[in-house]
């Protein structure tokens, strides 16, 4: 069993930066990747990012690149994003996951098997 609590999120104006937080408990930290996804209202959740279990690999969307860096410090158990030039459009809420075995990098929700409860970013235009 894996307890993933976000923290971070908050009111910025567009252009402006934040970093996420996710603090894992419950399993070896270096043993899973990790990813973050976000679900606007009224939207699908989608992928943000991922990273490999020793923090070597990392994935992103699109959209994300160039603008958003997931790391991870596996001597604190947690996982970061720090997001930069934001935009309206991100405004969603941010979760973490874990990937389940074999499904680091992935963008389907369906590889991660355990889940934050999110954390709430909202970019003011």
């Known amino acids: 069993q894996v307890q993933l609590v976000e923290s971070g999120g908050g009111l910025v104006q567009a252009g402006g930066s934040l970093r996420l937080s996710c603090a894992a408990s419950?399993?070896?930290?270096?043993?899973?990747?990790m990813a973050w996804f976000r679900q606007a209202p009224g939207k699908e959740r989608e992928f943000v990012a991922a990273?490999?279990?020793?923090?070597?690999?990392?994935y992103y969307a699109d959209s994300m690149k160039g603008r958003f860096t997931i790391s991870r410090d596996n001597a604190k158990n947690t996982v970061y994003l720090q997001m930069s030039s934001l935009k309206p459009e991100d405004t969603a809420v941010y979760y973490c996951?874990?990937?389940?075995?074999?499904?680091?990098?992935?963008?389907?929700?369906?590889?991660?098997?355990?889940w934050g409860k999110g954390t709430l970013v909202t970019v003011s235009s």
């Open positions: 996951a874990t990937a389940k075995l074999g499904y680091t990098g992935s963008r389907l929700s369906s590889a991660y098997d355990y």
């Open positions: 990273i490999s279990r020793s923090g070597f690999d990392t």
């Open positions: 419950g399993r070896t930290f270096s043993s899973y990747g």
